[in-house]
């Protein structure tokens, strides 16, 4: 089995930053993309970003300039950083990892169980 794991949510008054991190344990063999989507109260589920194995990057046009993704595939974590909070930001944010478990023949998705970011003054 695979485990995601994150850490990092916080209330944060606007303009502030959070760094989020999320690792990934158990029966892993390799970690295709990672990434990081989010749910609001009453919304759905939406991509923030997602990183590649090899680095490449992808935004949701609503966090671009102001969130970096990036990751440590020797360590199978992912983190965002997350500068100039608005309080639109506020929300449940997950961990997601495209994961290849040891002696599995395809990838499987998995998610972690989720960090609250409030952007409140």
């Known amino acids: 089995q695979v485990q995601l794991v994150e850490s990092g949510g916080d209330l944060v008054q606007p303009g502030g930053s959070l760094r989020l991190s999320c690792v990934a344990s158990g029966s892993v063999f390799s970690i295709d993309v990672m990434g990081w989507y989010r749910q609001a109260t009453g919304q759905q589920r939406e991509l923030v970003a997602t990183?590649?194995?090899?680095?490449?990057?992808n935004y949701a046009d609503s966090v671009k300039g102001r969130f970096t993704i990036s990751r440590d595939n020797a360590k199978a974590l992912v983190y965002l950083q997350m500068n100039n909070l608005k309080p639109e930001d506020t929300a449940v944010y997950y961990c997601?990892?495209?994961?290849?478990?040891?002696?599995?023949?395809?990838?499987?998705?998995?998610w972690g169980q989720g960090t609250q970011v409030t952007v409140s003054s």
């Open positions: 990183v590649t194995r090899g680095g490449s990057t």
């Open positions: 997601y990892a495209d994961v290849r478990q040891r002696g599995a023949a395809r990838d499987y998705d998995y």
